[in-house]
């Protein structure tokens, strides 16, 4: 079955810790993308990646980082700097010009 | 401003009801139109998706798009328990990276059996 794999379901992150949250498709879609979404919010835009090698911000960047070494692969770090992580994360992938399809989230909470 | 606004609800309907979702939006540059179902704890799930103004229809779901108004709606008939959910609008443009999309910040419907 193609799709969005992300893990994992849920993560605990301590004060000065960073922390990374995986996304992997097997969708052979060359774009990836990163969001946030806080209870009551839309998806804000973190960062996203239209191929191997090369990404660019989105509108909420800071104290996030990525890599995208695989076509299939595309993970998040949330670094210390980012003070205000716990939030859910969702990752998604598309072809171009055509919609976005989703994974199902990570959650992330500080301990 | 935000770029796409959307109704906030929460939106409360009796099991066979119309619903009807709507987003504004004030970039005249979007094309392509999107409507998503979010459930609790899950990734959203594309519904609809249309290309410019116009309607589509699959099943029970009718998207609008009204260009000249800059507004989009989605319709469900006969609405269902297993219809409430979190729907999300999105939009992006031609041209640019047109997978970015913009997103409303979605509107929570429960119905009622």
């Known amino acids: 079955d193609g799709g969005i794999t992300q893990s994992p379901k849920y993560l605990f992150r301590k004060e000065g810790q960073n922390v990374t949250l995986s996304c992997e498709q097997n969708l052979n879609h060359d774009a990836m993308y990163w969001y946030r979404q806080d209870p009551g919010q839309g998806l804000r835009l973190i960062y996203y990646s239209q191929i191997v090698n090369d990404f660019q911000k989105g509108d909420i960047a800071e104290g996030y980082s990525v890599s995208r070494e695989k076509k299939e692969s595309f993970p998040l770090t949330v670094t210390s700097a980012q003070k205000n992580p716990t939030a859910f994360y969702l990752c998604a992938s598309s072809i171009t010009r055509q919609p976005q399809h989703f994974g199902d989230g990570t959650r992330l909470s500080i301990l | 401003q935000k770029e796409v606004e959307q109704d906030p609800g929460p939106l409360s309907v009796p099991e066979g009801a119309i619903v009807s979702l709507n987003c504004t939006y004030s970039?005249?540059?979007?094309?392509?139109f999107m409507w998503y179902r979010q459930y609790s704890r899950k990734g959203p799930e594309l519904l609809m998706y249309?290309?410019?103004?116009g309607n589509k229809e699959d099943g029970r779901f009718t998207a609008q798009v009204d260009k000249s108004s800059k507004y989009i709606s989605l319709f469900i008939r006969d609405s269902q328990p297993s219809d409430s959910a979190t729907y999300l609008c999105?939009?992006?443009?031609?041209?640019?990276?047109?997978?970015?999309?913009?997103f409303g910040d979605g509107t929570t419907l429960t119905v009622k059996p």
């Open positions: 970039n005249s540059a979007f094309q392509y």
């Open positions: 999105a939009m992006s443009a031609e041209g640019t990276n047109a997978g970015k999309s913009t």
């Open positions: 249309t290309y410019s103004s």
